[in-house]
């Protein structure tokens, strides 16, 4: 039986976050400045990506909706900057819990230039986890790191803003403009970058971060778009809040706080019951109106 549109917007997203997931700890793994991060997780993104560009008529797409593009292009671009700085100045596990906020900035944009309802069950997903994600700021640690928490907000409210944008126009081609957020974070990275300066098993890991886990994280989450609502696909930013936490906690030691994981059990249990309730929702659908494809 083929996968409903639903379905496979779901397997996308939450594939895309869990490769998204191991963003924070490649970051530290590769010890160096935040500038050169970007710069090189850029230009690999760009080269990967850019070679699948040029693969049957992908560039054509631009002269759909070049403007749109161009606005996806530079948000992706600025999420990839602000996310490294982010970490670099604060600690991994505050910073996926500010890009928990991902959502709200997501459900308010949809609202106001797509129209589009929220689902009851979204929102009360959203305040829940939230209420989860209270724990974490109650714990050790949420202060001193200001810098880092602003680049974070920053970031979670250009997720939500590219993933609208990407709701509004399903036709922008995901490859192109995540190969072109690519080229304009190096590009912005270079003059403060020391792209140079880093011995093998650093370059290792920074080609495992651009040229396999953010491009396929980035290519997933983003083409989930076309099958779920922004809203939806923003909640699941969520699993990043544990599971990154989770990576960095058992290979390198940044322990946690209670509270912390308290805010982790809670947001992973809302989201499987989201999702569960969604699934259930799709099949009745489909038992009721056998043609019908929903987004």
Same mark, same amino acid.
């Given at each position: 039986?083929?996968?409903?549109?639903?379905?496979?917007?779901?397997?996308?997203?939450?594939?895309?976050?869990?490769?998204?997931?191991?963003?924070?700890?490649?970051?530290?793994?590769?010890?160096?400045?935040?500038?050169?991060?970007?710069?090189?997780?850029?230009?690999?993104?760009?080269?990967?990506?850019?070679?699948?560009?040029?693969?049957?008529?992908?560039?054509?797409?631009?002269?759909?909706?070049?403007?749109?593009?161009?606005?996806?292009?530079?948000?992706?671009?600025?999420?990839?900057?602000?996310?490294?700085?982010?970490?670099?100045?604060?600690?991994?596990?505050?910073?996926?819990?500010?890009?928990?906020?991902?959502?709200?900035?997501?459900?308010?944009?949809? %609202?106001?230039?797509?129209?589009?309802? @929220? +689902? $009851?069950?979204? #929102? &009360?997903?959203? !305040?829940?986890?939230? *209420?989860?994600?209270?724990?974490?700021?109650?714990?050790?640690?949420?202060?001193?790191?200001?810098?880092?928490?602003?680049?974070?907000?920053?970031?979670?409210?250009?997720?939500?803003?590219?993933?609208?944008?990407?709701?509004?126009?399903?036709?922008?081609?995901?490859?192109?403009?995540?190969?072109?957020?690519?080229?304009?974070?190096a590009a912005i990275a270079l003059p403060l970058a020391s792209p140079f300066s880093l011995d093998v098993p650093r370059y290792g890991v920074l080609a495992v971060m651009g040229?396999?886990?953010?491009?396929?994280?980035?290519?997933?989450?983003?083409?989930?778009? %076309?099958?779920?609502?922004?809203?939806? @696909? +923003? $909640?699941?930013? #969520? &699993?990043?809040? !544990?599971?990154?936490? *989770?990576?960095?906690?058992?290979?390198?030691?940044?322990?946690?706080?209670?509270?912390?994981?308290?805010?982790?059990?809670?947001?992973?249990?809302?989201?499987?019951?989201?999702?569960?309730?969604?699934?259930?929702?799709?099949?009745?659908?489909?038992?009721?109106?056998?043609?019908?494809?929903?987004?």
């Amino acid at each position: 039986m083929q996968a409903s549109h639903y379905q496979r917007g779901l397997l996308m997203v939450i594939l895309g976050v869990v490769f998204l997931s191991f963003d924070g700890l490649l970051i530290r793994l590769a010890n160096t400045d935040g500038w050169t991060i970007v710069f090189w997780r850029g230009f690999l993104m760009f080269s990967v990506l850019g070679l699948l560009c040029c693969v049957g008529n992908r560039l054509a797409s631009l002269r759909v909706n070049p403007f749109s593009s161009l606005v996806s292009a530079i948000l992706l671009g600025l999420i990839s900057a602000l996310f490294v700085l982010a970490v670099m100045n604060a600690n991994v596990a505050n910073v996926v819990v500010i890009l928990s906020t991902a959502p709200l900035f997501a459900a308010l944009l949809s %609202r106001v230039f797509l129209k589009e309802r @929220v +689902a $009851l069950r979204t #929102l &009360v997903a959203i !305040a829940t986890c939230m *209420l989860g994600m209270s724990l974490v700021f109650m714990g050790e640690g949420a202060h001193g790191m200001l810098v880092g928490n602003l680049y974070a907000l920053a970031a979670a409210a250009a997720i939500g803003g590219n993933l609208t944008l990407l709701r509004r126009f399903p036709d922008i081609d995901r490859i192109v403009v995540i190969a072109g957020g690519g080229l304009l974070s190096a590009a912005i990275a270079l003059p403060l970058a020391s792209p140079f300066s880093l011995d093998v098993p650093r370059y290792g890991v920074l080609a495992v971060m651009g040229l396999i886990q953010m491009p396929l994280a980035t290519v997933l989450i983003n083409s989930a778009t %076309r099958y779920l609502p922004s809203t939806e @696909v +923003a $909640l699941f930013y #969520l &699993v990043e809040t !544990a599971l990154g936490t *989770l990576w960095v906690w058992w290979l390198l030691g940044e322990t946690p706080t209670v509270s912390t994981l308290l805010g982790g059990a809670v947001v992973i249990t809302v989201l499987v019951l989201h999702a569960w309730i969604g699934l259930r929702q799709e099949r009745q659908r489909l038992r009721l109106y056998p043609g019908f494809v929903g987004k």
